[in-house]
Nanobody, 125 residues
Framework: VQLQASGGGAVQAGGSRRLSCSAS????????VAWFRQAAGKEREFVSA????????YYSDFVKGRFTISRDNDKKTVYLQMNSLQLEDTAVYYC???????????????????WGQGTQVTVSS
């Protein structure tokens, strides 16, 4: 599976941005697709994930109610709609995919075998 993340850019605090993760290669029906992010000087952290085949979604506490993950089966694309952006959301956002991932592991990046290149989101005041 090849992943291509896009949609990053500069946005003011309180604004919105939609990230896209386009997949090519295999079908994603047995995959979990996730977004992670890494702020400067910090470790990469889990943001959100979707079990592509069934649509089950997962969120980190710090994005619940603000971010929404979704998928478009026809386009093999996973979206991350980010609303009410805060300065602390500034980071490089990565999409990743894992096959047949146990739901206990969706937050753990080492279980994800496929990664996109990352897209920078910068939130300013």
């Amino acid at each position: 599976v090849q992943l291509q993340a896009s949609g990053g850019g500069a946005v003011q605090a309180g604004g919105s941005r939609r990230l896209s993760c386009s997949a090519s290669g295999r079908q994603l029906i047995n995959y979990t697709v996730a977004w992670f992010r890494q702020a400067a000087g910090k470790e990469r952290e889990f943001v959100s994930a979707v079990k592509y085949g069934v649509g089950t979604t997962y969120y980190s506490d710090f994005v619940k109610g603000r971010f929404t993950i979704s998928r478009d089966n026809d386009k093999k694309t996973v979206y991350l709609q980010m609303n009410s952006l805060q300065l602390e959301d500034t980071a490089v956002y990565y999409c990743a995919a894992a096959s047949c991932l146990h739901h206990h592991h969706y937050r753990v990046e080492r279980y994800y075998s496929f990664w996109g290149q990352g897209t920078q989101v910068t939130v300013s005041s």
